[in-house]
């Protein structure tokens, strides 16, 4: 039983968390908000290279025993066909928000990812998992205190009528993405071609990183062949596109780039991101 004290501090550190424009209120009026802001707004929250960002630690670190049984969990739910890589990205790396993605555990949001899919595609409520949750928070009340942390189903599901994608069954033998070789027909671009990324309007995902949208670069190489992103991440039946390397020279990307005239950055991108230079 929480206090009212406990309460309002809990209420306190989850607006510190808030993250917006100090100068706006909450929920500003249209007329308060330019096209530049409402793009921010719309970031998606993966999509952090080039952000500012404070110097950090880089440190190694054995996983941990629920780091390591989170992976194999997502990973068994993609070769049971529940969902995609690429829906498992989107739902733990985008629609859990700002203030989650930079605060959170990496496998913690594996995890919520792990929540979102199985009520999302009702293969449980979430009334039934908050109980669940609550149920072995009490098993453990006092810590582990020696004891293994120990699986206790309530029963065993029928999954004979759960809708399944077969993505793992048509890249059996072959990969991802191999599975998709010979769909896209001719690549449009060729190694060597001059090539600029699109600046398309971009909302709830993507994979092509902002910091090269509008930037010309040189195809580097014609890489693959596979659904868009895009698409991918909502289990969307879409057409296989050519993938290619983009080589991009770092002071053309950067403002006020400080490093030689030769540094350069390669990334993948999906060819209708790309048009040819002018």
Known sequence: MSTAAERATQLDLVARLKSSYPELPDAPTPDMLD??????????????????????????????????????????????????????????????????????????????????????????????????????QERYAGGLDGKKLEAKPKSEGDGSGVKRNNHAEEAAGKGDPQMFAGQAGTPKFKVGDTVVVRELPVIFYTRTPAYVRGATGEIE??????????????????????????????????????GTADDVISTEIPEHWLRAAQ
């Open 35 to 136: 096209h530049h802001r409402i793009t921010a707004y719309l970031k998606p929250v993966h999509d952090v290279g080039g952000e500012p960002c404070a110097p950090m630690k880089y440190e190694n670190k054995q996983y941990e025993q629920w780091e390591e049984e989170t992976y194999i969990l997502c990973e068994t739910l993609g070769w049971r066909g529940i969902w995609l890589s690429e829906e498992r990205r989107r739902m733990g790396n985008v629609d859990v928000g700002r203030a989650e993605y930079l605060g959170l555990p990496y496998y913690g949001r594996w995890l919520l990812a792990v929540a979102r899919v199985l009520v999302e595609k009702h293969h449980i409520g979430l009334t039934e998992l908050s109980e669940r949750m609550a149920e072995v």
């Open 221 to 258: 190489t014609v890489a693959y062949e596979s659904p868009a992103a895009e698409d991918e991440t909502w289990d969307r039946p879409a057409q296989a596109e050519w993938f290619y390397i983009v080589r991009f020279n770092m002071a053309d990307l950067w403002y006020g780039y400080t």
